[in-house]
Nanobody, 118 residues
Framework: QLNLKESGGASVQAGESLTLSCGTLVSLYCLAWFRHAPGKARERVAFRDTDYTTTYADSVKGRFTLSSGPEDTLLLKMNSLKPDDTAVYTC????????????????WGRGTLVTVSS
């Protein structure tokens, strides 16, 4: 069972960078970051599948990078931040650690707030 905790949210200016962290993880695949802003649907920002491939939402492609961090953490590196990136960012994972045949994002953190000012 996973106990996901996000950290790294902050208030920054447009154009700055920020890195979010999610831990503690038991596997390095079947992991994702979501975001939810007022008035918008929840969006999957980045996803690492069971084969370790990573996909990004078009809105963040080229600016955000998903990677594994130290001490069983999942990192989301966010560059060139825009006001539209303002949202609560939540990590998700498979509570069993996932497998090569299954990925069920049933474990969720409570989220960390990112605010980007123009």
């Amino acid at each position: 069972q996973l106990n996901l905790k996000e950290s790294g949210g902050a208030s920054v200016q447009a154009g700055e960078s920020l890195t979010l962290s999610c831990g503690t993880l038991v596997s390095l695949y079947c992991l994702a970051w979501f975001r939810h802003a007022p008035g918008k649907a929840r969006e999957r920002v980045a996803f690492r599948d069971t084969d370790y491939t990573t996909t990004y939402a078009d809105s963040v492609k080229g600016r955000f990078t998903l990677s594994s961090g130290p001490e069983d953490t999942l990192l989301l590196k966010m560059n060139s931040l825009k006001p539209d990136d303002t949202a609560v960012y939540t990590c998700a994972a498979d509570s069993t650690g996932g497998s090569s045949e299954s990925c069920n994002l049933d474990a969720w953190g409570r989220g960390t707030l990112v605010t980007v000012s123009s």
